[in-house]
């Protein structure tokens, strides 16, 4: 197993409403699962490949809740990335060198029962953690945005957290609203004001890297 690591922030909006009950161990919402992902990489490696700056994204569609499989994915990966590079990324995606379970990555590969070809493209992504704000645009496959929720009487934003101790995506997520659409591609959907996430990430072939 080649050992992988890194540093980034990601962006996921899915069909659920505010809070995901995939996050508390329950069923979706809406019966089915729809979700749109992306991930700067700030720092990171696979073997002595580096991965610093380079961008990632994929969509998912589960016909019912993730852990029922017969899941449909497509993962798309920087344009900009090296063959070496984009050899490790799509391994790192698919759950690769990857302890059993212990990423987001390698759990949601075992569910999946259609992967599409990988596509290698222009990743505009742009996320402010913190800030509740993000936008995603890969031309010819997914527009993404996302922004606060606000409060309904106010206006006024309104910050809430999600906190995973043991966690195999993140240690703590700000939650947002976000939106996204499909623009071509193999995989069609269109998520309209649902669960934004937000978080800083620091993973490893082991899994969440806790500080």
Known sequence: MV???????????????????????ALPDKGHCYAVAAIQIDQGKHGDTRLDGLKIGAI????????EGNGEALAIVDERADETQRDALLRIMTGQDTDPFATM?????????????PVFAAIDFEVDVDGRVGRLSVPGYVEMTGEPIRNKVSGQESRAQIVLPAGFEYAVADIGSASSRTTGGPMQLEIESKYGQFAHLHLSSHGVVRD
């Open 3 to 25: 050992y992988w690591e890194f540093t980034g922030r990601e962006l996921v909006n899915c069909t659920c409403e505010y809070g995901c009950p995939c996050q508390f161990n």
């Open 60 to 67: 998912f569609k589960w016909p019912g809740a993730v852990h």
């Open 105 to 117: 990555f390698a759990v949601y590969a075992s569910t999946i029962t259609k992967m599409h070809e």
